[in-house]
């Protein structure tokens, strides 16, 4: 399968983005994806995923609350929902496709390019 990410850009503190994960290839509902982030310097870390049929989500802790997961299989598509932006936020974000929606890189077998999100003060 192959994953698109976009809808990063510059905004600022408090503000909103919707980041969007296109799929095309091998049928995209057979999958869960998760969000992943990395700011410069730092690891890759988990931030939401959703199983394949969007019944289950799961987020770190980070973004509990200000950031929300969800799909629409018919436009193979996932989106990441980020309200009360804040600049500890600023990442280059993934979407990413694998079995389950867990919080490991190891987990997902695809990949999507990323897309900048950066947050001013």
């Known amino acids: 399968v192959q994953l698109q990410a976009s809808g990063g850009g510059l905004v600022q503190a408090g503000g909103s983005l919707r980041l969007s994960c296109a799929a095309s290839?091998?049928?995209?509902?057979?999958?869960?994806v998760g969000w992943f982030r990395q700011a410069p310097g730092k690891e890759r870390e988990f931030v939401a995923g959703?199983?394949?049929?969007?019944?289950?989500?799961r987020s770190a802790d980070s973004v509990k609350g200000r950031f929300t997961i969800s799909r629409d299989n018919a436009k193979n598509t996932v989106y990441l929902r980020m309200n009360s932006l804040k600049p500890e936020d600023t990442a280059v974000y993934y979407c990413?496709?694998?079995?389950?929606?867990?919080?490991?890189?190891?987990?997902?077998?695809?990949w999507g390019q990323g897309t900048l999100v950066t947050v001013s003060s």
């Open positions: 959703i199983d394949w049929g969007g019944s289950s989500t």
């Open positions: 290839g091998r049928t995209f509902s057979n999958y869960a």
């Open positions: 990413a496709a694998g079995a389950r929606p867990l919080v490991t890189t190891t987990a997902y077998a695809y």
